[in-house]
């Protein structure tokens, strides 16, 4: 079992800056790492992720604005958030894989919300 401790949101002004953090438990080293969100009303979506190796991925909205990074410590990823939007606000997930023994392995945190308005 991970467990994901998510960190850093909030409420902030448009255009403001945010960044997120989340740390996932345990021994193995996490594959991909990545956030998603979910507005209300709406499903949830990916936001960015990065694989071992350090490839990244990010839904077009948010590409340019938006980014991610492994941390220097052991399963932990940042988000730093950029020109934020009202559209950006939404509650945030923090996303965990592990691949280990050929099974696929999920993980989610709780969620922390950000908002962005004025």
């Known amino acids: 079992q991970v467990d994901l401790a998510e960190s850093g949101g909030g409420l902030v002004q448009p255009g403001g800056s945010l960044t997120l953090s989340c740390t996932g438990s345990?021994?193995?080293?996490?594959?991909?790492m990545g956030w998603y969100r979910q507005a209300l009303g709406k499903e949830r979506e990916l936001v960015a992720r990065?694989?071992?190796?350090?490839?990244?991925d990010y839904t077009d909205s948010v590409r340019g604005r938006f980014t991610i990074s492994r941390g220097d410590a052991k399963n932990t990823v940042h988000l730093q958030m950029n020109s934020l939007e009202p559209e950006d606000t939404a509650v945030y997930y923090c996303?965990?894989?592990?691949?280990?023994?050929?099974?696929?392995?999920?993980?989610w945190g709780q969620g922390t919300q950000v908002t962005v308005s004025s």
């Open positions: 990065v694989i071992s190796g350090g490839n990244t």
């Open positions: 996303n965990a894989e592990l691949y280990l023994a050929n099974m696929r392995y999920e993980y």
């Open positions: 345990g021994i193995f080293d996490l594959n991909v």
